[in-house]
């Protein structure tokens, strides 16, 4: 009896040793002249992924990266096969909203837990939201709300508005309007991608505007910041943005012609708490490069799951981890951080300034403009 009792105990440890690690889908846009945002999202996944020895919360994770190319049929291709071939119940990554919308909903539906650490379409925060969907990031409308106060409370009695012709420039403009109070003298919905703004500023300048306000992530924001200080137009009309338009890498390229800009984010490198300290010095380590939003909210994403993975050792029992991950139990670089009702974050949201540091330009904190926000669709879920 001892010896049948000794060899199922080393049977049971083999099999705990060899078992096959969590496989997490990685969908996110690494191709096209978006793809850094991706890149950043992966690194600070990874990077939190390596502090935990190739575990989250204890629990040994296999990440598997997939390219959607900015293309939501590539996205849903993917996502399916991330499901149907490679057996996955979590996945995270996406970048865009229009690449969330198609491919989400098909994956909650089908019992499979998404982490978003970007995209918060309007639509899933509200009447689509979805038990299984949680948004580490932020939902769509929400910087761009605290830009608009700000540029609001700074008395600018016009605003000329632009973002791009897909769900998150819309909610982009619809954000910024729904807290700033003057007249609206221009609203321009791009393509998606464009990288000639010659048309866009000359109508700007006819307009004659205040103000102007833009939401033009990636390598599109590149184009229109370098296009609106050759244009002049840097010199008399204000320009104002999200972080998204103004992330560390984006002022890499543009240089001195952000400097001045105010933008508003829920994160910066100089928030200082103990969390993001050692987030950022971490990720100037491993990868020689300051970090921009996006690497800090793959860091968030990875770390929450990190702490439902601790709470449950695994997928097995999805009402106890969407439980787990419901408590957000872990230290974000954002300091305070809660979820609401439908799943997207309640959290402080700032504005920024871009300011020259050494030989190039960096953002730092303004002042904080929202105190534990909460998105505008949490009373359309019924979560």
Not at 44 to 71: S, T, W
Not at 314 to 327: F, N, P, Q, W
Not at 356 to 368: F, I, P, Y
Request: proline content about 3%; hydrophobic content about 40%; glycine content about 10%.
């Amino acid at each position: 009896m001892f010896r049948i009792l000794s060899v199922c105990l080393a049977l049971l440890v083999s099999q705990a040793v060899s078992a096959d690690p969590l496989k997490i889908g990685f969908l996110t846009t690494l191709s096209t002249k978006a793809g850094y945002l991706g890149e950043d999202i992966r690194d600070g996944f990874m990077l939190a992924v390596e502090q935990g020895g190739g575990k989250l919360g204890g629990v040994e994770v296999e990440v598997i990266v997939k390219d959607d190319e900015r293309k939501p049929e590539k996205g849903i291709e993917i996502a399916e096969k991330f499901v149907k071939k490679d057996g996955i119940q979590l996945m995270t990554g996406i970048v865009f909203s229009n690449v969330a919308m198609a491919v989400v909903p098909k994956m909650v539906n089908q019992d499979v837990i998404y982490i978003s650490p970007n995209a918060g379409p309007s639509a899933l925060a509200g009447k689509m939201c979805n038990e299984n969907y949680f948004n580490v990031a932020w939902q769509n409308d929400n910087l761009h709300e605290a830009t608009g106060q700000h540029v609001n409370d700074a008395g600018f009695a016009s605003a000329y508005i632009i973002a791009p012709n897909y769900p998150a420039g819309k909610d982009a403009l619809t954000g910024f309007k729904r807290f700033y109070k003057g007249e609206i003298v221009g609203e321009v919905y791009t393509k998606l991608g464009q990288s000639d703004y010659s048309a866009e500023l000359a109508a700007l300048r006819d307009a004659k505007p205040a103000s102007v306000f833009f939401f033009l992530p990636g390598g599109m924001g590149i184009n229109f910041v370098k296009q609106y200080a050759q244009a002049g137009l840097n010199e008399s009309v204000p320009l104002f943005g999200p972080a998204f338009s103004f992330d560390e890498r984006i002022l890499k390229a543009v240089g001195d012609s952000a400097i001045g800009v105010m933008n508003g984010s829920q994160w910066s490198h100089d928030l200082d708490n103990a969390a993001n300290n050692a987030f950022v010095a971490a990720f100037r380590e491993k990868y020689g490069r300051t970090p921009t939003l996006y690497a800090s909210q793959g860091f968030d994403a990875a770390n929450l799951i990190g702490s439902a993975l601790a709470s449950t050792g695994g997928m097995s029992d999805l009402s106890a981890v969407r439980a787990a991950l419901e408590k957000a139990d872990f230290n974000s670089v954002r300091g305070n951080f809660k979820f609401g009702s439908n799943h997207h974050p309640i959290q402080d949201i700032y504005i920024r300034e871009v300011v020259k540091e050494g030989d190039g330009v960096t953002n730092r904190l303004s002042a904080k403009v929202f105190e534990d926000h909460q998105d505008a669709y949490a009373a359309e879920c019924a979560l």
